[in-house]
């Protein structure tokens, strides 16, 4: 079928290129060549749908299941041949906020829903040049799929991690993928070796850091602009069996940013024991949210009061609390330094004394931890509402006036969903992927992860109003003079774009014009709408 496929897009691509033929998605469907190809009105709406379900855009005239990375090449030899192109859009998980997988009126290539994944994917291999082992995955794969297949072929396992497993390997490279283990590892676009892209001419490219840089370190945070990963060969460690997890409390922001400072620092640590595998942590801005979805960590039957902690430090800031995150992997082997290894790094920390829980589980389940909030919401019609989430990198500068300017005073008292916030060291990610970062060694991850409401009665809880309040969150910032990048970026208009890169803007510009010159690809991250608008009809004319 694969094969049918691929040979009736070359027919295509061939009429298109000899005669010029104008073509739209659907000329290619009317042919169409079976299951891989669908116009069904379930398919195309659930492509122009995401996590986000902040807004509907037009949806493609066609979704895609490739069963290979010549089946990716097809759709894009098609578009790129044509006289006017029709855009093509990479679909992961749709797990964006703001429709940046979306192809209105063009092709949404689904990923993750293809048959490429088991056959793309290889059995881990040790490379001594590397010095590590490896693994190739198909750009649609999940991570809880790479994880499931490692561990079970050599008890392997990624290095870096998001929070949430259920993202595929090409949605979280097109952006960063981060989580806890960043400080120590870099993103996960710092722990990839090589990719197979498929440009937007439909060229198949294997690059790497020294095959094809520019389109490697390119794609790496760029997207989805410049090419469709199909392959990405994922670095590897042997998998722990066991995590200590640690959250305690404080009242105090600068004790706070202090201690997640000092535990990221130890990042070079020469001994493993000498440091924590995972710093994060979250803002408690009001005493519900401590047992949120977020917080699977504390039993339901043991709820925790803050009243009960016993805080004597002066709280000077209008009854919020900050969780500071840590783990500590060990195996059965080491089991028995564990408790004096944690109790030496917590011994150098000023959280609330009465504040320390802990608890220990497998490996898989502290990283698949999320899922299980997910399948709780879920149960209660809570997973699939809106997601107006804001996701900023602050200068650690400038993390104290962000809190002072927008935990004690945009937010009130009041939030709906978790929010997030860890420090991260920019010399683990590279400079040359196309990701943009605040221009200081150390910077942190604000996420405000917010759920939208409706039905709930208050109105700090509607759409409208969390977006707004998102809107002051940036304003505040611009006003203060906050250097933040927005991470899973959003803007409406080039020029923001174009400050939001900064320095790599042009360098972005000019990937775009090599790697994809008729600006098919990742239109719904709004990047070069006014661009490929003018330039689709000069293509025509
Ligand atoms: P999609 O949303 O489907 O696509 C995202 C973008 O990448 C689009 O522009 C798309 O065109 C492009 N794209 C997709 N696949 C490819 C490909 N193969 N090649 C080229 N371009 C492609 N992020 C973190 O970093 N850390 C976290 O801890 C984290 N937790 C999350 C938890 C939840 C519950 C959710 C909903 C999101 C979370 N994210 C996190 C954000 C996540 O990284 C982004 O949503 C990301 O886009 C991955 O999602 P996806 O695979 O569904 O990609």
């Not at 069904?40 to 490739?66: E, K, N, T």
């Not at 990624?158 to 497993?165: E, F, G, I, V």
């Not at 500590?328 to 320390?356: C, H, M």
């Amino acid at each position: 079928m694969a094969q049918n496929m691929v040979l009736l897009l070359f027919v295509i691509y061939r009429l298109i290129s000899t005669v010029g033929l104008t073509v739209d998605p659907t000329a290619l469907l009317r042919l169409n060549p079976g299951g891989q190809l669908s116009t069904d009105p379930s398919d195309l709406d659930s492509a122009s749908w995401d996590f986000g379900g902040l807004s509907r855009a037009a949806p493609p005239a066609a979704v895609v299941r490739p069963s290979s990375a010549a089946d990716v090449s097809a759709v894009l030899r098609a578009s790129h041949a044509s006289a006017r192109a029709f855009p093509v859009s990479a679909r992961g998980h749709g797990h964006s906020i703001n429709g940046q997988a979306r192809a209105p009126g063009g092709v949404v290539v689904d990923m993750h829903h293809g048959v490429a994944s088991r056959a793309a994917r290889g059995i881990p291999v040790f490379s001594p040049s590397l010095g590590g082992y490896y693994v190739d995955v198909w750009g649609g794969d999940l991570w809880i799929d790479v994880l499931n297949w490692t561990l079970s072929n050599g008890g392997l396992a990624p290095k870096s991690w998001t929070d949430y497993l259920y993202l595929t390997v090409g949605g979280t490279l097109s952006n960063a993928g981060i989580s806890g283990q960043a400080f120590h590892h870099g993103p996960q676009i710092s722990n990839v070796y090589e990719l197979d892209v498929v440009t937007g001419k439909g060229d198949m490219v294997t690059c790497s850091e020294k095959e094809n840089p520019e389109l490697f370190f390119g794609v790496l945070g760029g997207l989805g602009q410049f090419g469709i990963i199909t392959r990405a060969r994922i670095a590897l460690e042997p998998a722990p069996q066991r995590v200590r997890w640690i959250r305690v409390l404080y009242s105090n922001f600068t004790a706070f940013t202090k201690d997640q400072e000092h535990l990221i620092s130890l990042h070079g640590a020469a001994h493993q024991s000498q440091r924590f595998d995972y710093v994060e942590g979250f803002v408690i801005v009001d005493e519900g949210l401590i047992n949120n979805w977020r917080s699977s960590f504390f039993s339901p039957r043991n709820p925790v009061k803050i009243s009960s902690l016993g805080d004597n430090n002066n709280n000077n800031n209008g009854g919020i609390f900050y969780c500071l995150e840590m783990t500590r992997n060990y195996d059965e082997s080491t089991a028995g330094s564990i408790d004096q290894e944690v109790e030496a790094l917590l011994k150098e920390l000023e959280f609330i004394p009465t504040s320390v829980f802990t608890t220990d589980l497998p490996y898989v389940d502290f990283l698949d931890r999320v899922h299980k909030a997910e399948l709780k919401l879920r149960a209660k019609g809570l997973w699939e509402v809106a997601h107006p989430w804001l996701n900023l990198f602050v200068p650690a500068s400038q993390i104290a006036d962000f809190d002072r300017g927008v935990f004690a005073g945009i937010l009130g008292n009041k939030t709906t969903g978790p929010i997030l916030i860890y420090p991260m060291n920019k010399h683990k990610w590279d400079e040359r992927s196309s990701v943009v970062t605040p221009d200081e060694e150390v910077f942190y991850l604000v996420a405000l992860l917010r759920s939208a409401l409706p039905d709930s009665g208050e109105s700090t809880q509607s759409l409208e109003y969390l977006s707004k309040q998102n809107q002051q969150i940036l304003d505040f910032c611009d006003e203060s003079g906050i250097e933040v990048k927005q991470y899973l970026p959003h803007y409406r208009t080039q020029s923001d774009w174009a400050r939001h890169f900064g320095p790599k803007w042009e360098r972005f510009l000019r990937l775009k014009s090599e790697f994809d010159p008729k600006f098919i690809l990742g239109t719904g991250q709004g990047i070069f709408q006014s661009i490929s608008s003018i330039s689709s009809s000069s293509f025509s004319s």
